[in-house]
């Protein structure tokens, strides 16, 4: 049985290759965030660690950001580490970024089977239900989004262990469980573990009344307590860097965006009613729309899936397990629907959940359950006729069919799919079983997450960039005008050249106030801008912008300024402050200003200046930066709304600015123990099982 189970759990490594075939081999690739999101930020980690360097600041994109306290770039996943193997010629290498969403997409089916063999003892319903999830259009449409993903498919691990620990009622499968989780959040996208929570909570509190609820919940809280360990590392980085971003001023309109119109259920039957969206085009045909909520709010588990699982209801009284998922599916319906529901404002009054947006990602835990019924379904319901299920599909077919905005296609298929699943089941026919699933998922998600853009040649070096990098200094540049753009996006994570752009999901609020806000003039030489578009397309140079960093002997202390408060004044003499810089402004003064080191994490200048004054540097203001001068730790105060500003007596100075994060520290150390303690734990209940066994 062992060695069945051991080749059932390797096949899964295979299945996904005939839909990724064009990808692996290199024909085709991801798109969307895959390309640019993932693979940059992926390849900024890689390299820099390849120079034995932690990116914990990132200067090239967005005139500057914290890397290190921007959760999706999953600095501390393990997977992200073993990148690093894959860097060639100073780049990682595309497709071993790619080869890892297969990895995950093969990780989902193996945790879906171990969940759901536990569940059940039975080893095809638990591989039907693990090809059914791992394949749902809520897991496989998130190729192009390889971040969300990457946390996705850690969720029947949770059920896993702790189902096994409230069963046998040891703490150690609680603990791994909590180390799991934590991991899940580590890999870059910690809202479906933070949804997760009330889900697996839940499904604990189910079994308290079997089990004692004291065992239950003190399992709970060993689990969340190593979960929270675990992420700390990151997840309190994380939380500051929140504080200043648009996050903060989250809201519940913007938390509902994404919601489920009930009319978008159809595609439970029919995966592309609504339209179809790959890396070559498409569109999506309700008003209002975008291409995006092809994957966001795609539900599609396959035509076999539904009715497997709609006949384990047949066992709602003898399955408890039935029970809770049936019940599970309409709640979580409700809870997708957003604000066409009602019920998601409850959520968003939660701690945590409520800077999280998209209700429809809730049907990723409908996805989970439909598969998790359908493995209980398998064995059918008891004695009833499944003629129902025909009815069902005909009625739905000739409703759907005159209002079908894709001329009638899916639900003819979806008749067809439908009336092949009643055979296979009237008559038996389990062998065929998960081939016919197999072809219908792939059939609903074939070509949807590849696009003929190589990544290879799409971040060489454009024009535009080779120019910018034979000039000399340190500069920015602002290559965006509308629809035109000289390079990717995320080209700052390839090349050494500071610019404006960038594609990351947290951004600095100031940073957007003062886009938004400011005059362009003004705000292309307070960010140092040196060559930009102009509103015909050309490049530009901006013949006097501010230094990246500069003496100011006058200032105006403000405590709440706003970006149009540096236009009012004459920024380039005056320096607005938000404190109190401590010294006396005598004037105008001598002042000669020499960047000795320019990194990621540190910043060293000699600096003169003949009397007392304030050093500027066009570099984001952010409490993880601090500075030292001449060996004593000095202050950094918010200047021009968005930057640095360093009260300096008169001499000569060393400065040197570091990213030290207090946050991080903490969470490293609280991770460290956790780490420490829980492997410390599991070795030492690992042994005395084997030592407890009866030998033979």
Known sequence: MKGKKALLILSFFFLPLPLYFPVLTGKTFLWD???????????????????????????????GYPFLHDIQTALFYPVTWLLTLFVRDGKLSPIAAEYTVVFHISLAGIFMFLFLFYLTRKTFPSYLGAVSFMFTSQLILRSVQPVVMNSMVYLPLYFYFLLRSIREGKPLFACAGGIIWGISVLAGYPQFPMMAVLFLLAFVLYHGRDYGWKRVVFLWGIFMVVGAGISAIQVLPTYEFSLYTTRAAWNYKAACENSLRPVRFLTLFMPHYFGKVTGQGGRILIPGEGYWTYWEKGMYSGILTLLLALLSLGRWKKERYVRFFGVSLPVLAWIGMGKYGGIYYLLYLVPFLHRFRGPSKYMFFFAFSLSVLAALGVDGGGKKKKTGWLVFAGVLFLITLPFSPAGGVPPFIFLIFAVISWLLVERKLKFLFIPFLLFDLFYASWGSFDDRVNWYTYYSPTPAIRYFLSKEGIFRVNGRRKGILLYPRNAGCFYPVFTLQGLTPLRLLRFLEAKKSMPESVYLDVYNVRYYVDESGNLRENPDPLPRAKM??????????????????????????????????????ESRVKFLKYEKNEIELEVYTEKPGVLFLSEHYYPSWKVWVDGNEGRIIPAHYSFRGIPLTPGKHRVILRFYSPPFILGRMVTFLTLLISLAYITFSVRRRFRAAPTS
């Open 33 to 63: 965030d895959a390309r640019e999101l993932f693979y940059p930020q992926r390849n900024f980690v890689a390299v820099s660690m390849r120079h034995g360097e932690l990116p914990l600041w990132q200067p090239y994109l967005l005139g």
């Open 552 to 589: 100011f002997y006058r200032w105006k202390v403000m405590k709440n300024p706003s970006p149009q408060d540096v236009a009012s004044i004459d920024y380039r003499t005056t320096l607005i402050l938000e404190e109190d810089p401590g010294i006396k402004s005598e004037g105008e003064g």
